[in-house]
């Protein structure tokens, strides 16, 4: 276990009961996919015992990041794919929540497949997204399923998820709808007088251009200056070098070292949870983060950009029917969107923080599901959808970035090998530090010159 790994390991203790723990794991790729996944993890098993792992590669979460996402675990440490099926083989786990992006959560799904090939005593898999469905949802559903649960956060997203598996033919009844996980906080009030605070939820891939990115920075910096009395505050994810679900090649924080003048005094660059961040917001714009729903539960005026177009591309198309499309010029003139009710009921947000008085039972469905076959002696083999029948140009490609072959079986070379020495072990740590560094440097400073080098 690397110098990383070690230092999760004192992330925390979640104070749980020990009437009927659930034991629980949660593989995790980023930041974000962490915090759905545990925080799901506890919405389906308020009685657990939460043991997480983090996927190495290049979003794992550093300490800080996931300090900032404020969810903890009993236990909680770094691995790679091969490392974690071996895990979960020999430690019995109740439930496995695969908190992944899809080419790895299909891998997984074929790597415990492999260990469990008839019925078995074997882990409940649970699946699903982090939040806002915009885009591949086709592929990003197949890719995903095969696990016994895949979870919906609303009933839009129920409806579609069935569509989809229904439409190839295979088996929709692992899908059942629940909730956003992290939905909450004190509903919003309007305060009379005083500052204002406008909140831009930048995200990391888009708009994913430099004229874009600089487009919004600058209409929000100018938002600033217009209306001296609001305080602007520029909400991003990660800090340089950092990542989350999504690579971003120019962060914001480069962009407003640019800003002629500088940011005004009332205009500043945060990070931190979200929620602590939406406690103080009257406004929040964006281009289509799942901030944004956050923001409609507490019944907080939301505005969904149009500068740049209402695009699949951009992912505000998603909001289209909400009342909350919005342009930088409206809301300089003082326009507040107004949500509208049915659009927000069928995304499973209900305004103003009333879905608290729900939320118990929005996880209902999911929990009776986990009980019954958790119950069961043995679970049939996991069926995905993709198999070497059905995607034999395509499955073995998605396993073998993930180091198993086409069986699911690791690669020559994957297998996890005899604990190293604490020497061998801080010269791996340092070396995976390292290789981590350059390849963000790369993706952020390198790729974006050769980008502009071929347009010239």
Request: with cysteine; hydrophobic share 40%.
């Amino acid at each position: 276990m690397g110098r990383q790994a070690e230092r999760l390991h004192t992330v925390g203790v979640v104070p749980v009961s020990t009437e009927r723990n659930l034991r629980v794991a949660v593989l995790a790729d980023s930041d974000t996919r962490w915090k759905w996944g545990a925080l799901t993890a506890h919405r389906l098993a308020p009685e657990l015992h939460l043991t997480g792992f983090l996927l190495r590669g290049r979003a794992t979460p550093t300490a800080r990041q996931l300090g900032e996402v404020g969810v903890k675990a009993d236990r909680l440490s770094e691995v790679t794919s091969t490392e974690f099926l071996q895990e979960i083989r020999n430690e019995q786990y109740d439930v496995v929540v695969l908190a992944l992006v899809g080419g790895a959560a299909q891998a997984m799904l074929h790597g415990l497949r492999r260990l469990w090939p008839t019925p078995a005593a074997r882990p409940v898999l649970v699946t699903g997204y982090v939040g806002v469905v915009y885009e591949k949802l086709a592929d990003g559903l197949l890719l995903r399923h095969g696990a016994d649960l895949v979870l919906a956060n609303s009933r839009h997203d129920a409806e579609r998820f069935r569509a989809v598996y229904e439409g190839v033919g295979a088996d929709a009844g692992s899908v059942v709808e629940t909730a956003l996980p992290f939905l909450g906080g004190a509903p919003y009030e309007e305060r009379p007088g005083g500052t204002e605070t406008v909140v831009f939820a930048a995200q990391p891939s888009v708009p994913e251009s430099r004229a874009d990115r600089t487009y919004l920075l600058r209409r929000a910096v100018e938002h600033a200056r217009l209306h001296p009395l609001r305080e602007v505050l520029i909400k991003l994810r990660s800090k340089p070098g950092e990542h989350t679900t999504h690579l971003e090649e120019l962060p914001y924080q480069r962009i407003a070292d640019r800003i002629p003048g500088g940011l005004p005094a009332n205009c500043r660059l945060v990070y931190g949870h979200m929620g602590e961040v939406l406690d103080r917001t009257d406004l929040l714009v964006t281009v289509s983060s799942t901030a944004a729903l956050e923001s409609l539960h507490r019944g907080i005026p939301t505005a969904l950009l149009t500068d740049l177009g209402v695009r699949e591309a951009l992912g505000n198309h998603h909001f289209l029917g909400s009342g909350c499309l919005a342009s930088w010029d409206e809301l300089d003139e003082g326009h507040r969107p107004q949500a509208d009710p049915e659009w927000l009921a069928r995304q499973g947000v209900a305004a103003g923080g009333s879905y608290g008085d729900i939320y118990a039972s929005a996880f209902d469905a999911a929990r009776k599901r986990i009980a019954e076959l958790t119950e069961q002696r043995e679970l049939p083999p996991l069926t995905p959808y993709y198999t070497l029948a059905t995607a034999p140009g395509y499955l073995p490609g998605i396993l073998a970035r993930h180091h198993l072959g086409p069986d699911g079986a690791p690669l020559p070379g994957a297998a996890p090998t005899a604990q190293a020495s604490g020497v061998r072990r801080w010269v791996r740590s340092a070396l995976r530090d390292a290789a981590r560094g350059a390849y963000r440097h790369g993706v952020q400073r390198v790729a974006p010159v050769i980008r502009r080098m071929g347009e010239l």
